[in-house]
Nanobody, 123 residues
Framework: VQLQASGGGLVQAGGSLRLSCASS????????MGWFRQAPGKEREFVAA????????DYADSVRGRLTISRDNAKKMVYLQMNSLKPEDTAVYYC?????????????????WGQGTLVTVSS
């Protein structure tokens, strides 16, 4: 499975961005999908995940209420709507495809990773 993330950029604190991830996977509609991020000097961390059912979602506490993950199975796309952005949201954001159909948090549950897209939030 190849994943292509896009939509990153520079935004002021309080602003919004929408990240997109295009999948080449034939089983996309059955794949759980996730977004992770890696800030400078830090380890990669979980951000959000969505299962095969759009209602099956999970979020890191630090982004809950501000970021929303969604998917469009017909287009094989997963999105991350980012609102009320904070400087601490600055990171490279990666989308990933899971080996399971549920929304999961562990990197070990994801088999394919995109190349990452940089989000920079200025104060």
């Amino acid at each position: 499975v190849q994943l292509q993330a896009s939509g990153g950029g520079l935004v002021q604190a309080g602003g919004s961005l929408r990240l997109s991830c295009a999948s080449s996977g034939r089983t996309f509609s059955r794949d759980g999908m996730g977004w992770f991020r890696q800030a400078p000097g830090k380890e990669r961390e979980f951000v959000a995940a969505i299962g095969r059912s759009a209602g099956d979602t999970d979020y890191a506490d630090s982004v809950r209420g501000r970021l929303t993950i969604s998917r469009d199975n017909a287009k094989k796309m997963v999105y991350l709507q980012m609102n009320s952005l904070k400087p601490e949201d600055t990171a490279v954001y990666y989308c990933a495809a899971s080996v399971f159909s549920r929304a999961l948090r562990s990197e070990a549950d994801f088999r394919s990773w995109g190349q990452g897209t940089l989000v920079t939030v200025s104060s």
